[in-house]
T-cell receptor, first 119, second 112 residues
Framework: AQKITQTQPGMFVQEKEAVTLDCTYD???????LFWYKQPSSGEMIFLIY??????QNATEGRYSLNFQKARKSANLVISASQLGDSAMYFC????????????????FGTGTQLKVEL | DVKVTQSSRYLVKRTGEKVFLECVQD?????MFWYRQDPGLGLRLIYF???????EKGDIPEGYSVSREKKERFSLILESASTNQTSMYLC???????????FGSGTRLTVV
């Protein structure tokens, strides 16, 4: 089974509008972390936001917020007031809380959502 | 300010060649990773290392090996390159625990 699922291969949004990128995950580990990365066309991976499984509040970082619904196992990224520079590939990833080997120290990524911001 | 450095941005190699992709980090991170990225497949883990000389297979290790002789350097080796190994290769490092990664800028490898 896929550990991270991103069901939107591509999304369009108008400049200044908000957009939600979907991410669902699958784990039986009570301790895990969820991450979102942005990859512009230049290729570098940029960390955006983190949500821990025990965090009581949804994470926010500037225009980015994470809509964390633990019971539904979803961790959607919300970008407010979209800008042209937000056009990029976005990846959701999960790190499970195991030990040094196995799942404890690696991120599992989804297949990504290509976001295009239009004027 | 560069923290994770991949030796080549673009690389073209011939089928059957032995290929070395080098990655160096200057953040004293214990963990280093090699992923390959293909359209529609996201990032898939090839190998990772949680300490010097320690390595673990990821999800797609076939056709690859790795070497970590020093903490700051993690090398990915394609013993005999094949055309299906044409891809973007991303190196990353992290601390142990619930931390994200710092990525290198990637190496786009083409095997002809």
């Amino acid at each position: 089974a896929q550990k991270i699922t991103q069901t939107q291969p591509g999304m369009f949004v108008q400049e200044k509008e908000a957009v939600t990128l979907d991410c669902t995950y699958d784990t039986s580990d009570p301790s895990y972390g969820l991450f979102w990365y942005k990859q512009p066309s230049s290729g570098e991976m940029i960390f955006l936001i983190y949500q821990g499984s025990y965090d009581q509040q949804n994470a926010t970082e500037g225009r980015y917020s994470l809509n964390f619904q633990k019971a539904r196992k979803s961790a959607n990224l919300v970008i407010s007031a979209s800008q042209l520079g937000d056009s990029a590939m976005y990846f959701c990833a999960m790190r499970e809380g195991g030990g040094l080997t196995g799942g404890g120290n690696k991120l599992t990524f989804g297949t990504g959502t290509q976001l295009k911001v239009e004027l | 300010d560069v923290k994770v450095t991949q030796s080549s941005r673009y690389l073209v190699k011939r089928t059957g060649e032995k290929v070395f992709l080098e990655c160096v980090q200057d953040m004293d991170h214990e963990n280093m990773f090699w992923y390959r990225q293909d359209p529609g497949l996201g990032l898939r883990l090839i190998y990772f290392s949680y300490d010097v000389k320690m390595k673990e297979k990821g999800d797609i290790p076939e056709g690859y090996s790795v070497s970590r002789e020093k903490k700051e350097r993690f090398s990915l080796i394609l013993e005999s390159a094949s055309t299906n190994q044409t891809s973007m290769y991303l190196c990353a490092s992290s601390l142990t625990g619930m931390y994200g990664y710092t990525f290198g800028s990637g190496t786009r490898l083409t095997v002809v």
